[in-house]
């Protein structure tokens, strides 16, 4: 029976599970084909007879399909979706907790946070991230642009209302999320260049918009380990391109957080004295008419602050509740940055080390699937993210501990408030997808070398 080149191409391609690398495998096959027709010609074959032998030299379709999908094959993270699943029903539980004690209102946002994060991670697990190497400038401009959304948003609420307290971040969240993205593309193409540094310089800048000393902070930490992944440090040229980069960046960071304190002294400067200085803690608390201390204005900076979250530590229990979190009003944000000094409080430290091993297991899970990625892009936006997120995890855990300065960082899959499950939800389905086609997105040399 005659077989027809077209359709043996075909049958091989609908069979390929991975459908981004059809066509190039068609285009492989048929030069292959081509090369190997012109062979048989050479020896003596007509046209037809040499086309005909060339097909039979494939072999039979099914097993070159077979072949294929062992070498592109998608490596999905079954361990590491289990334990992200845990860690939303824990948020949703510990959110309940939250609104039984009266400490938020209520948990529509967190659901509408987790489906759209859910809905979203569909998509991004599917998508072929490599191209969007080649619109890194766009990404990076986008993500600019949710930065200055969110510093009008900002602005607007306070028209509305001087006193605001809560600044609105979200878009701040995907500003970090685009900026990881589109700087791990620039890198890889400019390298050591003025270009890269002053996207990171931008970027960084565009955060004292919305306020947040804190991710200032955590962005600069972030690029300054993905630099150091994508420059190593071995001629002497390049340690000096590099140390260059990591004091532009961290003078960057800290002229950003001057120009916030510019405007804001009494909270980030008070915040870190009262942690180190206590004559400082004791110089901003306010006597009043029984010569006794009260609250100043800035609660959660004051010596109080630091003074009940010891007391609060002190008295939490291996299991349940503790008896000090009667007072609802004992300490500020309980849905953010001191998240997990209420889940002590409310379950105690057992359930709590086991909760912090559950982040721990997927920050570490994270970590090891990087060390299977080929593709360079790939990984230095798994680097970026598990960067932010370890950082964050770190901080949030010790800023409840009472182990250093309050500030707003959230603690990844547990901080409720704002879109901070949005984002951790986001961030890993990023890395989950990228950590599936590891073996697909290598250079075309991996099937070259099966067929020839």
């Known amino acids: ?15 390929i599970k991975y459908k981004d690398k059809r066509k190039s495998i068609y285009d492989e096959l048929e030069t292959h084909i081509e090369e190997t027709k012109n062979e048989f010609i050479r020896l003596g074959f007509s046209n037809e007879q040499a086309e005909e032998q060339a097909l039979k030299e494939m072999g039979d379709s099914n ?19 289990i334990i992200i699943l845990i860690l939303l029903f824990t948020n949703i539980f510990i959110t309940n907790m939250l609104v039984k004690e009266h400490f938020i209102q209520n948990v529509n946002s967190l659901y509408i946070n987790i489906f759209i994060g859910c809905i979203m991670a569909i998509p991004i697990f599917a998508i072929n991230y490599k191209k969007l190497e080649k619109y890194a400038f766009l990404i990076f401009s986008i993500g600019l642009l949710f930065a200055w959304i969110s510093y009008f948003i900002i602005q607007y609420k306070l028209l509305i209302d001087k006193n605001i307290i809560d600044n609105p971040i979200y878009f701040s969240y995907i500003s970090i999320l685009l900026y990881i993205i589109a700087y791990a593309g620039i890198i890889r193409k400019y390298g050591k260049s ?125 299991f349940g509740r503790s008896d000090s979190l009667n007072d609802k009003n004992y300490i500020g944000g309980l849905e953010t940055e001191n998240i997990f000094l209420f889940v002590i409080s409310y379950l105690g430290w057992i359930p709590s ?50 182990l250093f300065p309050i500030a707003n960082i959230a603690l990844p899959f547990i901080s409720t408030g704002n879109i901070n499950i949005l984002f951790s939800i986001l961030a890993l389905s990023i890395c989950l997808s990228i950590y599936s086609k590891k073996d697909i997105l290598k250079i075309d040399s991996d099937y070259r070398e099966l067929i020839c």
């Open 1 to 15: 029976m005659k077989i027809n080149r077209e359709d043996y191409l075909n049958s091989i391609c609908k069979k």
């Open 63 to 81: 097993e070159i399909a077979k072949s294929f999908n062992k070498i592109y094959k998608v490596h999905i993270d079954y361990l590491s979706i």
């Open 194 to 318: 003025w270009k890269t540094l002053l996207v990171a310089i931008i970027s960084i800048i565009s955060l004292v918009a919305v306020e947040r000393i804190s991710l200032i902070i955590l962005l600069t930490i972030t690029y300054l380990i993905m630099t150091a992944n994508q420059i190593p440090i071995k001629e002497n040229k390049r340690f000096y391109t590099t140390l260059f980069s990591v004091i532009v960046l961290l003078t960057t960071m800290f002229v950003g957080i001057l120009a916030l304190c510019e405007n804001k002294f009494d909270g980030p400067i008070k915040t870190i004295l009262t942690f180190f200085d206590r004559d400082t803690q004791v110089a901003i608390m306010k006597k009043n008419n029984n010569n006794e201390f009260e609250l100043t204005k800035d609660f959660t900076t004051s010596y109080y602050s630091y003074q009940k979250k010891n007391e609060i530590l002190s008295q939490c229990k291996l």
């Open 353 to 402: 080390i086991i909760l912090l091993i559950l982040i721990i297991s997927i920050i570490i899970k994270t970590i090891k699937n990087i060390t299977y990625i080929n593709d360079n892009y790939g990984r230095l936006i798994s680097i970026g993210i598990i960067s932010y997120l370890l950082i964050s995890s770190i901080l949030s855990i010790l800023i409840s501990l009472n």
